[in-house]
Nanobody, 119 residues
């Protein structure tokens, strides 16, 4: 069952930008924090950025100042603006709640969207 659909990834040169979008199939109003997760080949999925319903954001140190996470509750959308991309950002990016509770979107990870940054 598709609950989350990520899009916007692609191939970009270092220093370039991408804007990722996440469309949720249900209301996200009640979810305190939505986030973006990244998973590089052979590595565990890890949280990169979160945004609360009140607009508070948190980022992993490596993306601070470069990425901006936002959400539009009326449209059930979550976004990740990625600027000044680096090869180290290369990964598949997923959106989900933080934490990804089974009773919410936790059991319904989307396909993710691939971001590849070339040097």
């Amino acid at each position: 069952q598709v609950r989350l659909v990520e899009s916007g990834g692609g191939l970009v040169q270092a220093g370039g930008s991408l804007r990722l979008s996440c469309a949720a199939a249900r209301s996200i109003d009640s979810i305190v924090a939505m986030g973006w997760y990244s998973q590089a080949p052979g590595k565990q999925r890890e949280l990169v950025a979160t945004v609360t319903s009140g607009g508070l954001t948190k980022y992993v140190d490596s993306v601070k100042g470069r990425f901006t996470v936002s959400r539009d509750n009326a449209k059930n959308m979550v976004y990740l603006q990625m600027n000044s991309l680096r090869p180290e950002d290369t990964a598949t990016y997923y959106c989900n709640a933080d934490p990804p509770l089974p009773g919410e979107f936790g059991a319904y990870w989307g396909q993710g969207t691939q971001v590849t940054v070339s040097s």
